[in-house]
């Protein structure tokens, strides 16, 4: 038992991981003059996929039954959207809003886990009706761009540097730069933690395992397949609208074209950390490093200054591609044991 625990998930997870220290190792040292060994550039990574990091989690849920989310970057531009005209048009504190868009998450979710769960409609249907429903609401809402500058409390927390005791550096100019994170990293660090102890430690989350591992093994431990799907998608979308309120107070805005693709990225985050397309083996604390993965090809890219920003996307599909591939492999060995 303990050789196919470390076949399975330990090793794809060691991999991202250590694909993950090359390449960001690889990046100071090409790097160093353009200050990417600052601990600050790391801390910028968390910062800026703060939302990302929260989708991903939630992804990695769905996927563990088999089933894929398709609607998160779509619900995201619904939740900044109906944020930003709240606040700026409608005259609604931004703590309401916030819970708007959380209740709105669950509901959302509830409609989508009812349909794939218990009406059994294929999860990229559904969640491909959920995507063109919330980008076409967003629009319904308002089809401009939308800036957040009345509300005080939003705007604070916006703004709020959590400073980091070590890792300073002193710029060019001689000023001594202390590291700083945002309270969206926090948050989006915590509900990492929560979500692997949920899926390790308890039995809803034992019970997603089961169902992406083998749904009619898991019926026939009397395990409620339907009702575990119901609340996964209920959990993935509630999760994204907690990365939606990141992602608003990240961009203070809100626009039709927002979190365009950032399916994909969670996806591919999801993917590159291990978490088989096929269900039943992921770890969150992977998706996360694929997460970092994904942020750091782009900072590379930034960094550097010559190449286009869609290097970034060239590079994921690789390693995406890659990953795919380890999965089949492993697949192909789990197989050949039990023969």
């Known amino acids: 038992m303990k050789k196919r625990k470390i076949g399975g998930n330990n090793i794809l997870l060691a991999i991202t991981v250590a694909l993950f220290a090359i390449m960001y190792a690889g990046g100071c040292i090409i790097y160093a003059d353009k200050g990417f060994t600052h601990f600050q550039t790391f801390l910028n990574v968390l910062i800026n996929n703060a939302g990302l990091i929260a989708v991903a989690a939630g992804m990695t849920c769905v996927m563990l039954t088999g089933g894929i989310d398709i609607s998160v970057g779509s619900l995201i531009a619904m939740d900044c959207m109906l944020m930003a005209v709240g606040m700026e048009t409608w005259g609604i504190k931004s703590p309401v809003l916030m819970t708007m868009v959380l209740v709105i998450g669950i509901v959302f979710g509830l409609v989508q886990g009812f349909c794939v769960a218990y009406l059994e409609i294929q999860p990229f249907i559904v969640t491909m009706a959920g995507m063109f429903f919330a980008r076409g609401m967003t629009a319904v809402i308002c089809k401009d761009q939308v800036s957040i500058v009345s509300d005080k409390i939003f705007t604070a927390i916006s703004n709020a540097k959590i400073l980091i005791p070590f890792g300073g550096y002193e710029n060019k100019k001689g000023i001594y ?139 994921t599909a690789i390693l995406l591609c890659f990953f795919i591939l380890l999965q089949a492999v492993f697949a192909k060995i789990k197989e050949s044991k039990k023969v």
Do not use: H
């Open 177 to 315: 730069q202390v590291p700083f994170i945002r309270p969206t990293v926090i948050v989006v660090l915590l509900v990492v933690i929560i979500v692997f102890l949920m899926l390790k430690y308890t039995k809803f989350g034992r019970s997603i395992y089961a169902v992406g591992g083998n749904q009619v093994s898991a019926t026939l431990m009397g395990l409620n397949v339907k009702k575990t799907k119901l609340l996964t998608y209920t959990l993935c979308s509630f999760l994204t609208s907690i990365g939606g309120i990141c992602y608003c107070l990240n961009t203070m805005c809100g626009t039709t074209t927002q979190a365009a693709g950032l399916e994909m990225d969670a996806i591919s985050s999801s993917v590159i950390g291990g978490t088989l397309l096929t269900g039943g083996v992921g770890n969150v604390f992977g998706s996360l490093v694929g997460v970092l993965i994904n942020g750091t090809i782009s900072t590379l890219v930034k960094t550097n200054g010559k190449l286009v920003s869609s290097w970034s996307n060239i590079i």
